[in-house]
């Protein structure tokens, strides 16, 4: 009795071949954003992004001159936590804030983004043996920190007290899909 073993096709090799990045793709995604989707509604997941962006800076703040190699890496990590949680917050928790009566609150916040856009641009030129890096670092983070303590105690709890349960769950629903585009 001859035993038939049926080989894939070219194409059908490729499309299980596209059919497995496509996969891996999305578990990575889920896999960066499993922590904000598992911290809860939004603003406890926001929340659990700063604490994680603050750590960030620590990390990169405990580096000097000679490891460049390691504060471009930590760099590298904190653009993308931020920009990533800046579209999270820009393309869902500002525009709920604008709906709910907080347009100038919002559009503060929304501009205050570029200036991090700004920094993660200048601390990129000052990465390599320059003594005003770690000045730099220390600023930026004393603005950011302002900028999450704001958001945090003032202005994400009047949001928060705007939304009845089911719009807080919209919201959280929405701020996860503008994090997985960046994930």
Excluded: C
Aim: glycine letters at 6%; proline letters at 3%.
């Amino acid at each position: 009795m001859a035993l038939h073993t049926h080989y894939p096709s070219r194409s059908q090799s490729l499309l299980l071949g596209a059919g497995l990045a496509v996969l891996g793709l999305a578990g990575r995604k889920l896999m960066v954003q499993a922590p904000t989707m598992l911290a809860g509604d939004w603003d406890k997941a926001l929340a659990a992004e700063h604490n994680a962006a603050l750590a960030l800076f620590d990390a990169l703040a405990e580096t000097d001159a000679t490891a460049s190699a390691r504060r471009r890496l930590i760099l590298m990590q904190l653009k993308h936590a931020l920009g990533k949680h800046a579209l999270e917050e820009e393309n869902a928790i500002y525009p709920a804030m604008r709906e709910h009566g907080m347009k100038a609150e919002a559009d503060a916040l929304n501009g205050e983004h570029g200036y991090v856009k700004q920094y993660l641009y200048e601390l990129s030129d000052l990465l390599d043996d320059n003594p005003a890096f770690q000045q730099k670092l220390a600023k930026f983070r004393a603005d950011i920190e302002r900028h999450m303590k704001q958001e945090e105690q003032e202005l994400f709890p009047r949001l928060r007290q705007a939304l009845d349960d089911s719009a807080t769950g919209r919201l959280t629903r929405r701020m996860n899909q503008e994090g997985l585009k960046l994930a």
